[in-house]
Antibody, heavy 115, light 109 residues
Framework: QVQLVQSGAEVKKPGSSVKVSCKAS????????IGWVRQAPGQGLEWMGR????????NYAQRFQGRVTITADRSTSTAYMELSSLRSEDTAVYYC????????WGQGTLVTVSS | DIQMTQSPSTLSASVGDSVTITCRAS??????LAWYQQKPGKAPKLLIS???SLESGVPSRFSGSGSGTEFTLTISSLQPDDFATYYC???????????FGQGTKLEIK
C-alpha cells in the first residue's frame, strides 16, 4: 500500500522560499507522476504542478510559472516542491498526491507566511 | 488554462435524498475528469476517475457521467457520512494544465 509522507509545518517570512518534501513508501515511485496541490484557509483546491520522476520533467500551472520548482529524487523516492518569493497569500496547506488522478495523498504540510 | 465551472457552490439535502453536482469545462477534456470528497482537516479522497470509473472501496451510490465539457457526480440515497465538500478536477493529458472546480459544499438540510 503506497503512502506519501510529507515534511512538517513551516513558518516563513515574506520574500523567502519554502521547500516541502514528499516521500513515497510501499510502491514503485517512478511509475507514477507526483502532483502538488494547495489549499488556502477556507478555500478550494488549487493544482500547482506535477513531475514525472522517471524523466525528471515537470510542468506547472500558469499562475505559478517562474515561482515554483518541482523536483524528484528517485534514489530516495522523494519529490520536492519549492515555492519562492513567498507572500502572505501563499499561506496554505500544501499536498502531494500520486498520479494524474491524485489517487493517493500526503497528509499535507501547513506553510504559514508571516512577518 | 482550462477553466472548470462547478455548480452549485452549496447544496442542502437530507439523508436519503439523491443529489447531482455539475462541472463544466471551458474546452473539451474527453473523459479526463475526477471527483473528490473532502472533509474538514483531511486530505481529499478520490471517488471517481476517467469521468465514470468508481474507485475501489467507494460505495456504489456514487456515480459519475459525462464527456467533453459536461460532467456530473450523482450521490443517491445520501448517508450521514456523505456530507462534505466535493471537487471536480480535470487532468487533460494533452494540455498538461490541470485545474479544479471551485467545490460544492454538501450540507444537511
Amino acid at each position: 500500500q503506497v503512502q506519501l509522507v510529507q515534511s512538517g509545518a513551516e513558518v516563513k517570512k515574506p520574500g523567502s522560499s519554502v521547500k516541502v518534501s514528499c516521500k513515497a513508501s510501499g510502491g514503485t515511485f517512478s511509475r507514477y507522476t507526483i502532483g502538488w496541490v494547495r489549499q488556502a484557509p477556507g478555500q478550494g483546491l488549487e493544482w500547482m504542478g506535477r513531475i514525472i520522476p522517471v524523466l525528471g520533467i515537470a510542468n506547472y500551472a500558469q499562475r505559478f510559472q517562474g515561482r515554483v520548482t518541482i523536483t524528484a529524487d528517485r534514489s530516495t523516492s522523494t519529490a520536492y516542491m519549492e515555492l519562492s518569493s513567498l507572500r502572505s497569500e501563499d499561506t496554505a496547506v500544501y499536498y502531494c498526491a500520486r498520479d494524474d488522478t491524485l489517487d493517493v495523498w500526503g497528509q499535507g504540510t501547513l506553510v504559514t507566511v508571516s512577518s | 488554462d482550462i477553466q472548470m465551472t462547478q455548480s452549485p457552490s452549496t447544496l442542502s439535502a437530507s439523508v436519503g435524498d439523491s443529489v447531482t453536482i455539475t462541472c463544466r469545462a471551458s474546452q473539451s477534456i474527453s473523459t479526463w475528469l475526477a471527483w473528490y470528497q473532502q472533509k474538514p482537516g483531511k486530505a481529499p479522497k478520490l471517488l471517481i476517475s476517467k469521468a465514470s470509473s468508481l474507485e475501489s472501496g467507494v460505495p456504489s451510490r456514487f456515480s459519475g457521467s459525462g464527456s467533453g465539457t459536461e460532467f456530473t457526480l450523482t450521490i443517491s440515497s445520501l448517508q450521514p457520512d456523505d456530507f462534505a465538500t466535493y471537487y471536480c478536477h480535470q487532468y487533460d493529458t494533452y494540455s498538461l494544465m490541470y485545474t479544479f472546480g471551485q467545490g460544492t459544499k454538501l450540507e444537511i438540510k
